[in-house]
């Protein structure tokens, strides 16, 4: 199945996945869809499980030849969310499989006839524009402030890698970009800094997005 269908919490991941990364991944035989979560007009947020996890059974019926993943944030998901809660004791790096493990249990309980290879969950820690620190001098070169490039660069050279960027409310990826470049929009800047940082450097640098990627190229 090279089709898939990818639920997103909000317009920046929607642009993204259509701007980015489903050209990129069509180069390699995999066709993917956003498809924003919730009603039209959802302002982003994966809100409570129950309404969200409807949504995935549905399209997991309706689009039988399809597979389906998500691109979710942890920080900001309810506890509703199964492995939530437990996630939140566990070391940085098994917060986010925690809760995808889980979900794809649930789900996969939930239509037990389904392929379970058919649903592939995705949950990065804080938020999109933690993956733009693959390369903060872009963030730099777009804002047309190349001065701002060393504070930025300071803020990836001080953890591990851009997903460790935390979920403080003045230190949380988007925060600390807006903090520097003030007429940042998510929505526009971050695709367009995306597609000149590349998808390969972000798989590079990104451990976890790499193994999503990775899981979305097994057909």
């Not at 390699?28 to 499980?49: D, N, Q, S, W």
């Not at 998500?70 to 939140?88: I, L, N």
């Not at 037990?112 to 820690?125: L, S, T």
Request: hydrophobic share 40%.
């Amino acid at each position: 199945m090279n089709r898939v269908i990818v639920d997103v919490e909000g317009q920046t991941e929607q642009t993204f996945i259509r701007e980015v990364l489903a050209p990129w991944l069509a180069a390699e035989g995999i066709f993917l869809t956003a498809r924003l979560i919730g009603k039209p007009g959802h302002k982003g947020g994966v809100g409570e499980y129950q309404r969200a996890k409807r949504e995935l059974l549905i399209l997991l019926e309706q689009e039988s030849n399809s597979r389906i993943t998500t691109m979710f944030d942890f920080y900001g998901m309810p506890d509703s969310w199964p492995g939530r809660k437990e996630a939140k004791s566990l070391p940085h790096d098994q917060k986010a499989p925690k809760v995808e493990t889980a979900l794809a249990q649930d789900i996969v309980k939930s239509l037990p006839n389904i392929d379970p290879k058919r649903f592939i969950p995705y949950v990065q820690m804080y938020e999109f524009e933690a993956l733009l620190f693959t390369r903060p001098a872009v963030i730099g070169e777009i804002s047309g402030n190349k001065k701002i490039i060393p504070v930025l660069q300071k803020v990836r050279d001080n953890v591990q890698t851009p997903e460790h960027i935390n979920d403080g409310p003045e230190t949380a990826p988007s925060k600390q970009i807006i903090s520097q470049f003030k007429g940042y929009n998510k929505v526009l800047y971050g695709s367009i800094a995306a597609k000149r940082i590349s998808v390969k450097d972000i798989v590079a640098c990104c451990p976890h997005f790499r193994y999503w990627i990775e899981q979305l190229c097994v057909k």
